[in-house]
T-cell receptor, first 115, second 112 residues
């Protein structure tokens, strides 16, 4: 099956710093990428949808100036958590869909801990 | 608003079939039923999807009722590694409305 690579798998940062998470589709062109976050013992919450070359569409309640999403190519999307705070600590997961949108392939997730 | 309803948890004996139900009574004619699962601290894994016909692949079978208001995911011979949270999701197949919104899912525990 298709592979989505997410990096880093775990990051610890100080409060106030910015953290960038990368999501790459390794063997297909991802026309659409999605970013989710998940708190312990909860389900995945969709944060935003990004299409290559377009601005991301954010879900209600997600601050677009805090969670910067860039989808500059068909194989790479990045999520930058700006001025991170302890409440941003969470498991962030990316997913990608090809042009047929048949199914989503997910990255392995990034555990962010903000001290 | 939740578009699917699943039992919060289920148990299954190793080697037996696991049947996971899902209600999606408000599904529209163009929406597909998707099943994903998530093993602890990993990204979700695609299992199967379908529109109205029953589907089978190497992982599972998907049985969709004729009125499409409910479906059942069947793992024919559950193993301990099938212990995971299983999510039933309805979504359009493609286009600007395509996105997967996860509900709470069913925690399937496969017991030895």
């Amino acid at each position: 099956g298709a592979v989505v690579s997410q990096h880093p798998s775990r990051v610890i940062c100080k409060s106030g710093t910015s953290v960038k998470i990368e999501c790459r589709s390794l063997d297909f062109q991802a026309t659409t990428m999605f970013w989710y976050r998940q708190f312990p013992k909860q389900s995945l919450m969709l944060m935003a949808t990004s299409n290559e070359g377009s601005k991301a569409t954010y879900e209600q309640g997600v601050e677009k100036d805090k969670f910067l999403i860039n989808h500059a190519s068909l194989t790479l999307s990045t999520l930058t958590v700006t001025s991170a705070h302890p409440e941003d600590s969470s498991f962030y997961i990316c997913s990608a869909a090809g042009h047929l949108n048949e199914k989503l392939f997910f990255g392995s997730g990034t555990q962010l801990s903000v001290l | 608003d939740a578009k699917t309803t699943q039992p919060p948890s289920m148990d299954c004996a190793e080697g037996r079939a696991a049947n996971l139900p899902c209600n999606h009574s408000t599904i529209s004619g163009n929406e597909y039923v998707y099943w994903y699962r998530q093993i602890h601290s990993q990204g979700p894994q695609y299992i199967i999807h379908g529109l109205k016909n029953n589907e089978t692949n190497e992982m599972a079978s998907l049985i969709i009722t004729e009125d499409r208001k409910s479906s059942t995911l069947i793992l024919p011979h559950a193993t301990l590694r099938d212990t995971a949270v299983y999510y039933c999701i309805v979504s359009f197949f493609r286009g600007s409305n395509y996105k997967l919104t996860f509900g709470k899912g069913t925690l399937l525990t496969v017991n030895p």
